[in-house]
Structure formats: C-alpha cells, structure tokens
C-alpha cells in the first residue's frame, strides 16, 4: 500500500512491508484486497470490535470499501443495513444488507423503523455534518466510525473551501468537535476515525497480520472483492473518469501493459 506512486508497474519497498501472496490467486482480486479489505476488517474488528448479531450501518454500501464491510460483516454474522443509490441496491442486498436509499429516504427515520433503538456501529465515509446524523442512528452505548470526508471532495458540507476543491484540514476542527460531543453527551454514543496509513504507521505487524488473514479469506473463497472494470495503465484517465461519474459497484483496477485486461497481473 504505497499510498502513493502505485500506478507503476514496478514499486520499491522495504523488504519488512512485503507479505507473500498465496499462489493461484487473481491479481486483480488480491490487489483488491489490500486497501478496501483492511479498512472495512479493522474498523469492523479494531475500531468498533463487533460481536456476532449487532446490528450495523454501513454507507456508501455498493462502494469499494462498503462492499468489502458487508463481505466481512455477514462472515461475522452481523445484521447489515446499507445506503447507497438505486443503482447499487441489488448489490447491497445480494451481499446480505438491507438497502437503503440516501437519495430519497431519511436513513435516520429508516434505521430506528427497522430496528427499534437504533444500530450498535455507523460506518461514515461521508464526513462533515453527515457524522452527526450517523450518530442519531446509534442505540445507548454505539459507535460511529468515520473514515472519510467525501463531502471535502464534492465541494459541500463543513470539509469543503469556497472554490469546491479538496481540503482535508479544513474537516479537521469539526470532526474534533463532534469526537468531543460523543464523549460528553449523554448516552455514550462515540465518534471514533479510522485512518488506514496512520495504524499501517503505528501498528505495522496488525497490518500484515490482517493482510494475511484477509488473503487467506481470498484464498478459501470466503471473501470476494467486486472488481468493477480493469483499465490498461495507459487509460488511468478514463478510470478516473468512470470513478467521477458515480455508480461504480467495487474496485476499478489498473493492469500493466501487456497483460490481459479479463484477468492476470495488476497494478
Ligand atoms: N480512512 C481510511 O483509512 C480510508 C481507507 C479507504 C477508503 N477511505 C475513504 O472511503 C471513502 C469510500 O471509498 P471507496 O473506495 O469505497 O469509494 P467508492 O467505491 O467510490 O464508493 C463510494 C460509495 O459511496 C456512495 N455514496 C456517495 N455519496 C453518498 C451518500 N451521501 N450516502 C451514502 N452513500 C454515498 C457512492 O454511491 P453512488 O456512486 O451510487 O452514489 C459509492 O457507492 C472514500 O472517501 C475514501 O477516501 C478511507
């Protein structure tokens, strides 16, 4: 997980970050593994520490990182609700999670009508003022995990600057302010971030351990990442054009030249 300087074919690391790959696996699906994969496991098992039978939340359901949550959240046996847009409905509950709608349903009415008192974990790629709605979904004693601020990216909402481009300090003072407002008001529902690259930096043997434990998983065909569409690396443009226009349902991934794009290496 270079983070950055992936969209190479070849990539120095220190030998301590390498993990072997199981043999027989597709690249594409491997590669798939290693960013959405260890996000939704560690915050499913690191960050909100679910037990079997909670109920959980998870938004941008039908998205990369969503997808993998509802894999892993149904190997947990967890009771999965999911929003997304119509496009990705049939996904969501393919994958064992109820759907529902953030374009036209107020997520927020929808969870307390399905369930009673509400869910046991939010997890909120959203960011913003959108974390404080998450929050209204929890019973006494949840947590909201928040790991994105997709309303930076779009120009809306507390994380955006007047021009509409990306600024991730600006979410900084108010995603404090809400980690603060779980911890003094009444009910002990938590908002808690997760960030990938930080734990990668303090706890690097958890990474590789759930980096094996996860091909593993792929390996026993427990889990199976939704590759959307694989681009040669020479048309990395139009994948982000395809990513930019929504409705995407898993991983796009780029594969080097030469190798077919049905299958095979990846980048
Ligand atoms: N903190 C970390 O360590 C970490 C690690 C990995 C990823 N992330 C972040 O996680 C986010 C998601 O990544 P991804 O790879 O899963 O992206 P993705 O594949 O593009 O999926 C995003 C999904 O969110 C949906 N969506 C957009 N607006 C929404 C809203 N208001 N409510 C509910 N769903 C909404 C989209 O659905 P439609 O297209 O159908 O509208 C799409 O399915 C990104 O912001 C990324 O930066 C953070």
């Known amino acids: 997980m270079p983070i950055?300087?992936?969209y190479a074919e070849f990539v120095c690391l220190p030998q301590r970050e390498l993990v072997p790959v199981p043999s027989g696996l597709d690249a594409a699906e491997a590669v798939s593994v290693i960013l959405?994969?260890?996000t939704a496991y560690q915050m499913l098992h690191r960050s909100a520490k679910v037990k079997p039978g909670q109920r959980v939340l998870f938004h941008g359901a039908s998205g990369g990182v969503g997808t993998a949550l509802l894999q892993l959240g149904r190997?947990?046996?967890l009771e999965m609700y999911g929003t997304c847009s119509s496009r990705g409905a049939t996904v969501v509950s393919e994958l064992g999670g109820v759907p529902i709608d953030y374009r036209d349903q107020d997520y927020?009415?929808?969870i307390h009508r399905l369930t009673g008192k509400g869910v046991h974990a939010v997890f909120d790629p959203i960011g913003g003022s959108h974390l404080w709605h998450s929050r209204k979904t929890l019973r006494p004693g949840?947590?909201?995990v928040g790991y994105g601020n997709?309303?930076?990216?779009?120009g809306e909402g507390l994380g955006s600057d007047r021009t509409g481009r990306r600024n991730r300090l600006h979410g900084i003072p108010i995603y404090a302010l809400y980690i603060a407002g779980g911890w003094l008001l009444p009910g002990r529902k938590r908002i808690v971030p997760y960030s990938i690259q930080t734990l990668k930096r303090w706890k690097p043997a958890l990474f590789r351990q759930d980096l094996i434990t996860l091909l593993d998983l792929l390996q026993q065909q427990k889990i199976k990442p939704l590759v959307a569409k694989r681009f040669p690396i020479a048309e990395a443009r139009q994948a982000h054009e395809l990513l930019g226009m929504g409705g995407v349902i898993g991983k796009i991934v780029l594969v080097p030249k030469g190798s077919s794009v049905e299958s095979g290496a990846a980048l």
């Open 4 to 6: 950055h300087g992936a």
């Open 36 to 38: 959405n994969y260890i």
């Open 75 to 77: 190997l947990a046996e």
């Open 108 to 110: 927020v009415q929808e």
């Open 142 to 144: 949840g947590r909201v």
């Open 150 to 154: 997709t309303t930076s990216l779009r």
